[in-house]
C-alpha cells in the first residue's frame, strides 16, 4: 500500500487548511502524526476502520477533525484555528488494526509527509 498525503501550505494563524491522504489499496485504521523542527515525531489523529471511532492528540481536540471516505481510499484531517505551533511537517499513516490507534510503532505504512507552516 502506498500512501500520498496532500494539502498543506502556508496559513496565518487562526486560519484552516485541509489534508488528504489517498491509499493506493484498501487500509484499515489511519491516523495523522506531525513532527516539526527539532522535535520527535508525535501523534495528532487517527480514525478507526469504519470511521465510527476517532482519536486525537490533547493539543489537537477541538480544532482538528479526522475523517475518511472508503470508497475513495482516502482520509483527511481538517484542521481549524491553526496555530504557529502546529507547524510541521504532516505524515498520514495506515495500519492493519482496525483503529484507532496512536502510537507511531503499531502502523505499517507511511505517506511521505506534507508540510504545514503556521505564521504569526
Known amino acids: 500500500v502506498q500512501l500520498q498525503a496532500s494539502g498543506g501550505g502556508l496559513v496565518q494563524a487562526g486560519g484552516s487548511l485541509r489534508l488528504s491522504c489517498a491509499a493506493s489499496?484498501?487500509?484499515?485504521?489511519r491516523g495523522w502524526f506531525r513532527q516539526a523542527p527539532g522535535k520527535e515525531r508525535e501523534f495528532a489523529a487517527a480514525?478507526?476502520?469504519?470511521?465510527?471511532?476517532?482519536f486525537y492528540a490533547d493539543s489537537v481536540k477541538g480544532r482538528f477533525t479526522i475523517s475518511r471516505d472508503n470508497a475513495k481510499n482516502t482520509v483527511y484531517l481538517q484542521m481549524n484555528s491553526l496555530k504557529p505551533e502546529d507547524t510541521a511537517v504532516y505524515y498520514c499513516?495506515?495500519?492493519?488494526?482496525?483503529?484507532?490507534?496512536?502510537?507511531?510503532?503499531?502502523?505499517?505504512?507511511w505517506g511521505q509527509g506534507t508540510q504545514v507552516t503556521v505564521s504569526s
Open positions: 480514525i478507526s476502520w469504519s470511521g465510527g471511532s476517532t
Open positions: 489499496g484498501r487500509t484499515f485504521g
Open positions: 499513516a495506515a495500519t492493519s488494526n482496525y483503529g484507532p490507534n496512536y502510537r507511531a510503532y503499531e502502523y505499517d505504512y
